[in-house]
């Protein structure tokens, strides 16, 4: 089992390590910034599509039930929609 001064020891090594690769590689910044950002940018699209299409699928469902009523419902008898 790992000592907590183990634990932290190991821990600085990774993060000296990992500093080390972005001072030879600056290049790696941005490109990880990209690749974290773009399935961020997909998932909201996605999300808000499908809001969209959900309001519009609730609004021809709502058509459907009027035009429904509609039929079913005698000419000289009237409600307000």
Do not use: C
Not at 25 to 48: D, H, K, Q, R
Not at 72 to 78: A, C, E, I
């Amino acid at each position: 089992m790992l000592t907590p001064e183990d634990i932290h020891q190991d821990m600085k090594e990774y993060n000296e390590e990992k500093m080390a690769l972005l001072r030879e590689n600056p290049w790696l910044i941005p490109t990880s910034l990209l690749i974290t950002t773009i399935p961020f940018a997909v998932s909201a699209y996605g999300f808000w599509r499908n809001r969209q299409l959900q309001k519009k699928l609730k609004i021809e469902r709502e058509k459907t039930k009027q035009m429904a009523l509609k039929q079913v419902l005698p000419k000289n008898h009237q409600f307000k929609f």
